[in-house]
């Protein structure tokens, strides 16, 4: 046996022991202050901790991380809002950046796919961002097959820009099972919002509007070798049935909101290149004078935006099969909803929605923000039909120079984070249909932040 000399053998055994047990107490002291953290309900303090415990880069930490998280986050709704609760997950996310050792990726990837708790799961999907080891386009691929819809959406989100056919493969069979599937009464508007995000999803990606997860099936599996298969058909007009100013109608809970302000009694200009014989009346006089640009562009009094709006609202609710359920929110200076929340498409709730679209007048300003907010007060809605004609405003009229009310830049970025923190995890889709002067970049953005479409009306 080999002996050394007594201050020897205790620098030996510190340095054998000193760095494992400064880890493990470490480690311990981040548990333990996550622990607390984690009941006493601050949530700075709990991201504090919940930081301090990952800097350990191991597959306990990342474990004790997620199992903390999703009892804080399933309590959290109850006292904090949707604004609280989307900023603690994206920076709970964020928080997993020194995660990269071998052990703490595969113990990730372990979880990604078998937590039992969805909350855990999502914050593992949306962690994939800053996890360098981990692909976000696996990630999201293997959440696809998730079975909470929250989780589904979110992983939709990540695959909607990758065009390569074995993605839209994987969504396409994907949609097709949950299309088929029959969900309790209490989970089947959420699993409605994520049909429909899967539809606007392969849209974005085939450039095609198609109504059922069969049909994207069958027109898949005819062009999936055609290099040509993300460009689109050339012609689709019709192909989706039912359209409000062109844009689909689809999903199953419905929103329309009319914007009703003063500037709606405006009436418009035919399109350039456009007559009156060209759209369909008929011209009555010297036919030379009918050749005169002005006359045949002269604005006729169905050209008005209000008429226009309530004669094509009315059209598409006529036309709503029975298992729609739809209410119509008007706003001006004032939000007003038809009814208190969304009713079936019967025959005598579409006949009282189209008298009450009868009885709305155009007077007062743009309160959007207000309107959208409203909207998304009823839970089941799916699908939001955004009708508008101006920038959103609280203060009318008055000119900041390019064009604008004073405030409406500013409300209409106060709208896009707001829009964002009450749709978090939610999968509304916001379709919006701007009239001539309407605000087009604000619309556009927010319908593409929404999973919708914005359509010019013309």
Not at 263 to 285: A, F, I, K, Q, Y
């Amino acid at each position: 046996m080999r002996f050394h000399p007594p201050r020897v053998t205790i620098l030996l055994c510190l340095a054998v022991l000193e760095r494992p047990l400064d880890a493990g107490q470490d480690s311990g002291l981040a548990a333990k202050n996550l622990a607390s953290a984690e009941k006493g309900g601050d949530t700075e303090a709990y991201l504090v901790a919940l930081r301090a415990v990952l800097e350990g880069d191991d597959a306990r930490s990342v474990r004790a991380v997620v199992v903390s998280y999703s009892k804080f986050a399933s309590r959290l709704p109850r006292t904090a809002d949707s604004r609280d609760f989307k900023l603690l997950h994206g920076r709970a996310a964020a928080a997993f950046a020194p995660v990269k050792s071998k052990g703490a990726v595969e113990e990730y990837q372990r979880l990604l796919a078998s937590h039992p708790d969805w909350r855990g799961r999502l914050l593992l999907l949306n962690a994939s961002s800053v996890v360098k080891p981990v692909s976000r386009l696996e990630a999201a691929l293997k959440c696809l097959r998730d079975e909470h819809p929250a989780v589904v959406r979110q992983a939709l989100q990540y695959l909607s820009r990758s065009k390569q056919v074995s993605i839209v493969e994987a969504i396409i069979e994907r949609y097709v099972e949950v299309s088929k599937r029959k969900p309790k009464p209490a989970e089947r508007s959420d699993w409605d919002r994520t049909r429909g995000i899967f539809q606007s999803t392969l849209e974005r990606l085939l450039g095609v509007d198609l109504p059922v997860a069969e049909d994207y099936k069958n027109y898949f599996e005819t062009r999936k070798r055609d290099p040509g298969l993300f460009d689109g058909p050339k012609e689709s007009r019709g192909i989706s049935g039912l359209t409000l100013f062109g844009a689909a109608v689809t999903g199953k809970n419905l929103i329309f909101v009319l914007d009703t302000s003063g500037s709606m009694e405006t009436t418009d200009l035919l399109p350039e290149g456009e007559s009156e014989r060209e759209s369909g009346r008929t011209v009555v006089g010297d036919p030379a004078k009918q050749e005169d640009k002005a006359l045949t562009r002269r604005p006729p009094d169905d050209r008005k935006r209000m008429l226009r709006a309530k004669k094509e609202l009315a059209r598409v609710i006529k036309s709503l099969p029975s298992d729609i359920h739809f209410n119509v929110i008007d706003y001006s200076s004032d939000v007003r909803s038809w009814k208190k929340g969304m009713v079936q498409a019967s025959d005598t709730n579409k006949q009282a929605a189209i008298e009450h679209l009868e009885g709305l007048k155009a007077e007062g300003i743009t309160v959007t923000d207000m309107a959208l907010e409203e909207a998304f007060a009823d839970l089941n809605v799916d699908t939001i039909y955004l009708i508008t004609d101006g920038a959103p405003t609280h203060m009318g009229s008055s000119n900041a120079g390019n064009g604008l009310p004073e405030d409406a830049l500013q409300i209409m970025a106060d709208i896009h984070d707001r829009v964002a923190e009450l749709n978090f995890l939610r999968g509304v889709r916001i379709f919006a249909l701007g009239f001539q002067g309407a605000h087009e970049e604000f619309l556009k953005k927010l319908a593409a932040n929404h999973a919708g479409k914005y359509v010019a009306i013309r």
